[in-house]
């Protein structure tokens, strides 16, 4: 009696999970035609939704695996970050002088503060830059890091044609950590402009990898 029970038992389970499965969703039961075989009942199911199904499925494994899909956005300039744009979109950057003024110092800095920016990776500072009028000009390009590290090199020959300016870290002389960044700066000395007034124009100013 015990194992007719069961058998009755584990039917009914059967039942259960046949209802389950292979019912609307109104909560009917689906006929099924199908022929007996040994007893049991083949069940005709739905093939197309079930191909349907697979097909999403590979989608998802692939895309997930290619990165096509759930992949977050990418900001521009910054593709497989070989560069690190500071005023990219933004546009040239206008820093007046006039030193016939004599209230006017000898020496003007232009510092542009770029937050503590982890530059290691990178291997050179580029820009474009000119002035309004004059030929000839020279100017200084100052770092300044965590540890208030203050680094310089000379930028000679710009006119009023736009010239790259590409100036390799390691060149950099007073900086031994390029891991926070705090600011750089463009000087304008009164002896090394050929004109005592104009404007020095800068644009395009990104961290780079390569020379």
Same mark, same amino acid.
């Given at each position: 009696?015990?194992?007719?029970? +069961?058998?009755?038992?584990?039917? #009914? ?27 049991? #009942? ?8 079930? @191909?349907? +199904?697979? *097909? ?8 997930? #695996?290619?990165?096509?899909?759930? #992949? ?18 933004? %546009?040239?950057?206008? =820093?007046? *002088? ?8 000898? @020496? ?10 982890? /530059? ?6 580029? &820009? ?7 030929? +000839?000009?020279?100017?200084? =390009?100052? *770092?300044?890091?965590? &540890? ?17 300016? @590409? =100036? ?6 007073? =900086? ?9 700066? &463009? /000087? @304008? ?8 007034? %104009?404007?020095?124009?800068?644009? +395009? ?7």
């Amino acid at each position: 009696m015990c194992y007719k029970k +069961n058998v009755m038992a584990n039917k #009914r389970v059967a039942d259960i999970l046949a209802r389950t499965y292979f019912s609307t969703g109104e909560g009917k039961e689906v006929k099924h035609s199908g022929v007996s075989v040994g007893g049991m #009942r083949t069940i005709n199911l739905n093939l197309p939704l079930l @191909v349907a +199904n697979a *097909f999403l499925l590979v989608i998802l494994l692939v895309g997930w #695996r290619s990165g096509a899909l759930f #992949r977050g956005p990418v900001t521009p300039g910054l593709e497989a970050h070989s560069e690190l744009m500071i005023n990219s979109g933004s %546009g040239p950057i206008s =820093i007046g *002088f006039d030193f016939s003024d004599p209230k006017a110092g000898s @020496v003007l800095t232009y510092y542009v503060n770029i937050k503590g920016a982890d /530059v290691s990776d990178y291997e050179a500072l580029a &820009f474009r830059a000119r002035f309004s009028k004059g030929e +000839n000009h020279s100017i200084r =390009i100052e *770092f300044v890091n965590q &540890f208030r590290e203050v680094g310089e090199v000379g930028v000679p020959s710009l006119g009023t044609r736009w010239k790259d300016v @590409v =100036i390799p870290l390691k060149e950099v002389s007073g =900086i031994t950590s390029w891991s926070d960044v705090k600011q750089i700066g &463009f /000087v @304008v000395d009164k002896w090394n402009a050929s004109t005592p007034k %104009g404007v020095l124009y800068v644009d +395009n100013i990104r961290f780079v990898k390569g020379t």
